[in-house]
């Protein structure tokens, strides 16, 4: 039985000891160095059991320790490890029980694997404020689920009033256990838990003007989500509850738009940059989750990261190929961010004349990069001429339609007429020869400044030249510029 983790998160549920109030940690002495922990695993002998530990949304072993045949062996290593919810697992890799990793790490362990419940840890203040607090809550949970069994069959209002108030009162007992537990062991393990997994309660809706502040609720608990939370505490990363709480942060109370975004992720790097193991984990996972993101425009949030943190001397955290990757995404999307002027295209038509994009006048202009052996191309621009042609067209779209390979000018073409693509579209493609001079100069191509990472990919400008969308589909496109118009 997992009794630490599962506790943890029913910390609502538990029974009022008369008079008991949460003891205070004595001073602790200066921590010796390494940790160094026994353990007594029976009936496990001559085996080798492992110490784990939550890390993020997974779980990692971080040391191990060999069993003699009286069941005893020695976690131990000369650095500290990192504070948090930890486990002893045996040889199959089976959870046996929890426990905290203190700052001193030099405590004993001792229990069964046939009563896990049951293990003791000896010598470690943060396992002795842990096992008051789980006697309270574990005492109190019987105590609130027996009321809320009586209030769901209660006969009368008065008894339902009754019970509602005894059960609210059950959380207000507990709240102020926890309260003045981390009051009085502001530094302990237990109290950064506690401030962890704290989700704020909003309080009553206030009036304005006689009307309910519908928004609030939300702007309350946006405001104080993060109270008490220090985003260079290494030891939240040894929990299960931290990045869920950041993933429910962003999806519920941030707003998708990249601004928002590169806000809230600029103020927790800032504050996570002294993390020793905080700062790079959240480095990457903004840097993963935003190098291809779910939304449209929230690449810019990649960009971002990139001209603050790895462009300033972050890329020692990566390794050569993650380095090569995320510099040539980088600069794949500097030039084509949304809002941006549209890089300068100047290519050559089937007649063999140059066309120049900025050359064109449209209240919008779509631009299509494709291949004419592509599959996907073979759809989607049939269909781009067929909404261009019933719609567009009427509404002075225009359409800069360009070839990628410079090698398949033929088969393009064949294509073109094949399929009677519109002749009012800009047809057009980089010739060996401009490619080339283009490469001797050292200029970046438009493959790389329009991040062609695949076909077909389509931008919509605006009269200006200004890319308003990308990469969505053909319906997407039409109901933005429809809305653009309104």
């Known amino acids: 039985m997992r009794f630490l983790l599962i506790n943890l ?49 997974g779980m990692t072993l971080v040391d191990s320790a060999r069993l003699n045949e009286k069941s005893q062996g020695v976690f ?42 049951k293990a003791v840890i000896a010598g470690s ?12 809550s574990t005492e109190k949970g019987k105590l609130k689920q027996q ?5 769901r069959n209660a006969a009368t209002l008065a008894d339902s009033i009754r019970l509602r108030a ?7 007992e507990l709240d102020a256990y926890r309260n003045l537990m981390s009051k009085n062991n502001p530094r302990s393990l237990l109290t950064m838990l506690f401030n962890t997994m704290k989700r704020p309660t909003p309080p009553a809706v206030p009036l304005i003007k006689g009307i309910p502040d519908s928004a609030y609720p939300y702007r309350f608990v946006k405001d104080h989500f993060w109270d008490d939370v220090l985003f260079n505490d290494d030891r939240m990363l040894r929990t299960p509850f ?37 700062y790079p984990y959240l480095l990457t996972k903004f840097t993963n989750k ?14 971002y990261l990139f001209e603050n943190h790895y462009a300033k001397g972050d890329t020692v955290l990566l390794n050569p190929a993650s380095r ?39 209240p919008f202009t779509i631009v299509a990069f494709w291949d004419p052996n592509c599959g996907h191309c073979k759809e989607e621009i049939p269909q781009l001429d067929s909404l261009y042609s019933a719609k567009w067209k009427a509404e002075g779209v225009a359409v800069y339609s360009v070839n990628i390979y410079e090698n398949e000018v033929p088969a393009w073409k064949k294509f073109i007429a094949e399929k009677t693509l519109s002749k009012d579209w800009v047809h057009a493609y980089q010739t060996k020869e401009a490619k080339l001079a283009e490469e001797k100069s050292g200029l970046p191509n438009y493959r790389q400044l329009y991040d062609i990472s695949q076909t077909p990919t389509i931008y919509l400008l605006d009269k200006d030249k200004r890319i308003i969308a990308k990469k969505l589909s053909l319906a997407q496109f039409d109901k933005l510029m429809e809305a653009k118009r309104k």
Do not use: W
């Not at 029974?15 to 026994?38: E, N």
């Not at 045996?90 to 001193?104: C, H, K, R, T, V």
């Not at 999307?333 to 100047?346: E, I, S, T």
């Open 324 to 362: 090569k990757t995320i510099t040539e995404r980088a600069y794949s999307l500097m030039a084509n961010q949304l809002g941006l002027p549209a890089p300068v295209l100047d290519l050559t038509d089937t007649t063999g004349k140059k066309v120049s994009l900025y050359g064109i006048r449209a």
């Open 166 to 172: 005894s059960i609210l009162q059950i959380d207000s």
């Open 76 to 117: 131990k290593g000369s650095a500290k490890l990192t504070g948090g919810i930890y486990f002893v697992v045996s040889p199959n890799y089976s959870i046996q029980f929890e426990l905290l990793m203190d700052a001193g790490q030099q405590f004993s362990i001792a229990g069964d694997t046939a009563n896990k419940e």
């Open 9 to 57: 998160i029913f910390f609502t549920s538990s029974l009022h000891l008369q008079g008991q109030k949460p003891l205070s940690a004595p001073q602790q002495q200066p921590a010796a160095k390494g940790h160094l922990i026994p353990v007594t695993l029976t009936p496990l002998k001559n085996c080798t059991i492992y110490l784990g530990s939550y890390f993020g949304k």
């Open 125 to 136: 203040l943060d396992n002795d404020l842990f096992r008051q607090y789980v006697i309270f």
């Open 242 to 278: 931290f990045e869920a709480k950041l993933d429910d942060y962003f999806k519920y109370y941030v707003s998708p738009d990249a601004d928002s975004i590169i806000g809230e992720v600029k103020y927790m790097l800032i504050s996570a940059r002294t993390g020793k193991e905080m």
């Open 290 to 303: 935003y190098i291809s993101p779910e939304f449209m425009g929230q690449d810019k949030v990649f960009v």
């Open 147 to 151: 009321l809320e069994q009586s209030y």
